[in-house]
């Protein structure tokens, strides 16, 4: 057990330049020239330190994602990770990577530059302390942070290959729980048609498709039901042109979080087939999962693991469910075997005061590579 723990401890200073490096690099995930400079960054100490294969995936809209690759054997292990951030361009400028105590701070750090990194190095421990030829991949998207649109497809196709997922997203709360179910997420856009009339002089003659919204924003969000693990949320609504008009068109704008697909399925079903209240009402509505939930089943015995090799490294594993979702969705989706929230340790995602525990790296980077190591010989 000591073995990759102290090669990790060994390598901490390097991953601490590195991390420090790519922290101090805006990668918006709307910028694809940033984002792309910042994976080059990543593809480089792959080189150094690993020296395996970089197949590039060119996109148009978004950074060009990345898949690491050691090894040829016909089994896989795979690490999941992104690196484009919610912050804008520019904001490093006002917050770079800074040190104060035992804490790290900086735009990304901790979703998910040092998880990034933290696959990185568990991945050169493996192969530096363990040879073998299974093939350990790492594969960087660059869309994570707006729901993944070009890289499901390459996501799901490497997971498929694979016989499990490690997700390199944070870890939950100050002890670091790992993320054994996650909600899955759906999206639908609801567009009404009414009849538009002057509210002076023919007010009946009207049909307000704003009071059939009001309507369906209460048939919406009764949907929630919170024994279920299910809500309904209706965050945007709009409609009307003028105060003098009776309102010919409205639109809301919805998401569905769900535990299960089971629930997925009855409350999409319930949502598309919704029907008008008022008379002379029309009703387009579009929409559907677009991150399948993350199911318990699917992580059990990978962090079951997890939770017995923590053990003899000396600190105590928890898991927990989260509301949030991630790519670990669409593996575990396809029943690969994914384990959540093998990342930093900290707090902040998305918030000013981001940051990572710094004592925590070392080890959850061990933790991570006795993981891949266990997966390795458990196939030889």
């Known amino acids: 057990m000591s073995n990759l723990l102290n090669f990790v401890k060994g390598q901490q200073n390097a991953l601490l330049q ?26 480089a100490r792959f080189q150094e330190l690993i020296g395996g294969d970089v197949q590039w995936i060119p996109q148009e809209k978004y950074g060009n994602q990345v898949k690491l690759q050691y090894g040829d054997g016909s089994k896989q292990i795979m690490l999941l990770a992104h690196i484009d951030t919610v912050w804008p361009e520019g904001e490093i400028a006002k917050r770079p990577f800074r040190k104060e105590g035992q804490r790290l701070y900086g735009p990304g750090i901790f979703d998910m530059k040092c998880g990034l990194l933290q696959g990185l190095y568990a991945m050169h421990a493996v192969i530096s302390q363990c ?31 694979s016989d499990a997922v490690f997700v390199l997203e944070p870890a939950l709360g100050s002890t670091g729980k790992l993320k054994t179910s996650r909600k899955g997420v759906g999206r639908f856009t ?32 009764g949907l929630t039901d919170y024994g279920k693990g299910s809500t309904v949320n209706v965050g945007i609504a709009a409609g009307g042109t003028a ?20 629930e997925a399925e009855r409350l999409s079903d ?32 990978l962090f079951a693991n997890a939770q017995a090799l923590a053990d003899e490294l ?4 928890e898991e927990t469910s989260t509301g949030g979702a991630s790519d670990g969705n669409f593996t575990a989706a396809l029943n690969i075997p994914t384990l959540d929230g093998l990342g930093a340790v ?26 891949i190591q266990q997966q390795v010989q458990s196939s030889n």
């Open 243 to 262: 105060v003098n008009v009776v309102s010919g068109h409205a639109r809301a704008e919805l998401e569905l979080r769900i535990d299960s697909m089971e």
């Open 270 to 301: 319930l949502i598309l087939k919704a029907s008008p209240i008022l008379n002379h009402i029309k009703l387009n509505i579009q929409g559907g999962i677009v991150r399948p939930p993350m199911e318990q089943a699917m992580s059990r015995y």
């Open 346 to 371: 900290g707090h902040g995602a998305h918030a000013l005061d981001e940051y990572v525990e710094l004592d925590s790296i070392s080890v959850r980077c061990a933790l991570l590579a006795h993981l």
């Open 131 to 161: 040879p073998t030829d299974k093939k350990i991949v790492l594969f960087i998207n660059t869309d994570e942070e707006v729901g993944s649109p070009s890289s499901r497809r390459w996501i799901e196709e490497e997971a498929k290959k």
């Open 190 to 221: 609801m567009d009404i048609e009414g009849v538009s009339a002057h509210s002076g002089i023919n007010h009946n003659e009207g049909v307000n498709a704003l009071e059939e919204l009001a309507h369906q924003i209460i048939y919406l969000q």
């Open 18 to 43: 590195d991390l420090e490096q790519l922290v101090n690099m805006d990668s918006p995930t709307g910028s694809k020239q940033l984002v792309d400079q910042a994976m080059q960054v990543v593809v």
């Open 314 to 317: 000396g600190f105590l594993l």
